[in-house]
């Protein structure tokens, strides 16, 4: 089993930042691509930033500029910098994780999800 744990969510005025953080644990052989999505209520989930094991990254064209993705992989974490946030950017954050387990295959395995709510 493998599990994701968000946290670093919360409350925070229009053009502040938050920093999300995500902890892989489990049984973990190694971890490929991670990635922060978001979904707000009644909507798909939508990629806000995601991270190669090589550290390549993507964004969002809504996010770049103002986000940064960065992983740590001797320690299987994955983070969010969130600056200049808007109130659009409020909704629950997933973190993302294609892991390699013991059984040598690859799962696609998500956290629980983190709040971000932007106050305007």
């Known amino acids: 089993q493998v599990q994701l744990v968000e946290s670093g969510g919360g409350l925070v005025q229009a053009g502040g930042s938050l920093r999300l953080s995500c902890a892989a644990s489990?049984?973990?052989?190694?971890?490929?691509?991670m990635g922060w999505y978001r979904q707000a209520p009644g909507k798909q989930r939508d990629m806000v930033a995601t991270?190669?094991?090589?550290?390549?990254?993507n964004y969002a064209d809504s996010v770049k500029g103002r986000f940064t993705i960065s992983r740590d992989s001797a320690k299987n974490r994955v983070y969010l910098q969130m600056n200049s946030l808007k109130p659009e950017d409020a909704t629950v954050y997933y973190c993302?994780?294609?892991?390699?387990?013991?059984?040598?295959?690859?799962?696609?395995?998500w956290g629980q999800g983190t709040q971000v709510t932007v106050s305007s």
């Open positions: 993302n994780a294609k892991v390699v387990s013991t059984d040598f295959r690859q799962g696609d395995y």
């Open positions: 489990g049984s973990i052989v190694s971890i490929n691509a």
């Open positions: 991270i190669t094991k090589g550290g390549s990254t």
